[in-house]
């Protein structure tokens, strides 16, 4: 039997990934300003139970902001 909140951990990571890497590659396009979709990935954090794995794993592994 699936663990629910693990589903939804799962679930959550997956869409904040993939919106993150979707503004990256609109910035490294040159489509968006610097602030742009920053209200709807917020959303999306907040929505991750927990710590988002892509922050996790930038904390770990000690990158900035840029990197």
Same mark, same amino acid.
């Given at each position: 039997?699936? =663990?629910?909140?693990?589903?939804?951990?799962?679930?959550? =990571?997956?869409?904040?990934?993939?919106?993150?890497?979707?503004?990256?590659?609109?910035?490294?396009?040159? *489509? *968006?300003?610097?602030?742009?979709?920053?209200?709807?990935? *917020?959303?999306?954090?907040?929505?991750?139970?927990?710590?988002?794995?892509?922050?996790?794993?930038?904390?770990? #592994?000690?990158?900035?902001? #840029?990197?």
């Amino acid at each position: 039997m699936k =663990n629910p909140e693990a589903a939804h951990w799962l679930e959550a =990571n997956q869409c904040l990934l993939v919106a993150e890497l979707a503004r990256l590659k609109a910035r490294l396009g040159g *489509e *968006e300003g610097p602030g742009a979709g920053t209200a709807e990935l *917020e959303a999306l954090r907040a929505a991750v139970p927990g710590v988002p794995a892509i922050d996790y794993l930038s904390e770990r #592994f000690g990158l900035s902001a #840029f990197e």
